[in-house]
């Protein structure tokens, strides 16, 4: 689930100081998603910037280190998770094995907003206080990891306004914890004690920790709404409390349609969905990438343990013993791993190849992507004229390719003729007759 705050802008029209166009508000986005434990490891690998390749490119791993933890995780969340329940600080009594145990708040602002009030530092700034909204929402012991991105780069931000900018957003990995209260029975001896609390217990469950509220909206109507819908509100509170005061709440609940922040959510949900599909590619790359290293050690794995109980060693000297199927099975192998050193060469020649062939092919690509710039940019801006010139264009290049169709048919229903009538062909190739010289008057008088 996402929810939307919407933050004024003082400078309504143009562009500020530092040359980014403004917009009429600016605005943040909460999103809050569930995970069971067998799909938060990929989470864990794109928050903590583990793996090695990222199927976002705008994703720069030389910028990773300026990444902000305002909590780091000392182990895995899996890991940790497990030292927690061990120690006694979180229980999962009465969960399923699938139940959703993980939780993730994401904090995402337009990224014209940072850049117009200092960018980095000002985004380090932010992001602190958020982070002790966080605390607040659900409780500092629970929070497992929060950190900041600050190696994203925003493509087209970047190419408007000539530099590089990075898109800033805050990850915030907790798990949903909830006070349970133990009651003594009515079984204990002591009737004073029945009803009381006997002990509060660090219940995991994400229905109770975000569970169904009444409220009324604008018109007086009651809704059951989810208990983090009610984010906007606090977080709107909580910020405005903490001196950022350019933020300006949306209207809780509001049916209302506003064609701007319509779109908006449109866009987002987007992103969010490139981002799924992302991470969804990235998995099933992981996964095969481990099922083929599983597949390829296991087999070698035998191999070195048969390998080392081969031979038996004299006791008086260095040599060994090997019976004849030992001898031959070690001679087979180290043939196979001269045949196989050669094939890795080869192999390695081959990469090396295709390698510069995919550079030279990424290259092709950039240039052609530069040079489809301009009609890139007039799609974005004149969509209706540039549809409109290409049908013109397509329409005039298909009269042309009729008209020469029909010339050509033309000159061979022509050839046609002239090869079905011989004397036609004579007649036509036929030297003109000599002209006759006029009498002479006097010859005619007389």
């Known amino acids: 689930m996402q929810y939307n705050c919407i933050c004024k802008n003082h400078l309504r029209n143009g562009g500020d100081a530092n040359g980014v166009e403004t917009e009429k508000v600016d605005r943040t986005v909460v999103r809050n998603q569930s995970y069971k434990r067998g799909g938060i490891g990929i989470r864990e690998r794109h928050n903590e910037r583990k793996n090695e390749h990222y199927a976002n490119p705008d994703i720069e791993p030389e910028r990773s280190p300026l990444n902000v933890h305002f909590r780091r995780c000392d182990a895995t969340y899996e890991q940790k998770l497990a030292q927690m329940l061990e120690a006694g600080e979180v229980s999962t009594r009465g969960l399923k094995e699938d139940a959703k145990i993980f939780e993730e708040m994401v904090f995402d602002v337009n990224t014209a907003y940072f850049e117009r009030h200092g960018g980095y530092d000002y985004a380090k700034a ?89 409220t009324v909206n604008e018109k007086g109507e009651t809704r059951r709404m989810a208990s983090y819908s ?16 350019d933020f ?19 866009s987002q949900e987007r992103v969010r969905l490139k981002e799924i599909r992302a991470d969804t590619l990235e998995s099933e790359m992981w996964l095969d990438e481990l099922k083929d290293r599983i597949r390829q050690v296991e087999p070698m794995y035998r191999g070195i343990v048969e ?75 004149v969509p209706e004229t540039v549809i409109s010139f290409l049908l013109e264009v397509v329409q005039k290049a298909k009269e042309a390719r009729e008209q020469q169709r029909i010339e050509s048919q033309r000159a061979k229903e022509m050839s046609k003729l002239r090869a079905e009538s011989p004397w036609r062909v004579r007649i036509d190739n036929a030297p003109e007759p000599p002209k006759q010289k006029p009498k002479s008057r006097d010859r005619d008088a007389r």
Not at 181 to 207: A, F, M, N, Y
Not at 230 to 245: C, E, P, S, V
Not at 334 to 354: C, M, N, P, V
């Open 126 to 214: 932010f992001f602190g206080e958020v982070f002790r909204f966080a605390e607040k929402e659900v409780g500092s012991p629970y929070i497992l990891s929060a950190v900041m991105h600050a190696d994203e780069r925003n493509k087209g931000l970047s190419e408007k306004l000539g530099k590089d900018v990075y898109h800033y957003h805050l990850h915030v990995i907790y798990l949903p914890v909830v006070d349970k209260e133990v009651k003594w029975s009515k079984r204990c001896r002591d009737p004073t004690l029945v009803g009381k609390t006997k002990d509060v217990i660090h219940q995991i469950s994400h229905s109770k920790k975000w569970a169904f509220q009444d």
């Open 230 to 245: 009610l984010l906007q509100t606090r977080f709107f509170n909580h910020m405005r409390d903490a001196g950022f005061t």
């Open 248 to 266: 300006e709440r949306g209207v809780e609940g509001s049916t209302a349609e506003h064609q701007e922040i319509a779109e908006y959510k449109v």
């Open 307 to 381: 390998v080392e109980k081969m031979g038996k060693k004299k006791r008086f000297s260095d040599k060994v013993e090997l019976t004849a199927a030992e001898f031959e099975k070690l001679t087979s192998l180290a043939k196979f791993a001269y045949k196989a050193q050669h094939t890795i060469e080869d192999l390695s020649t081959q990469l090396r190849g295709w390698r510069e062939k995919y550079f030279d092919m990424k290259s092709a690509f950039e240039r052609l992507q530069e040079k489809a710039q301009p009609f890139i940019e007039a799609m974005r801006e």
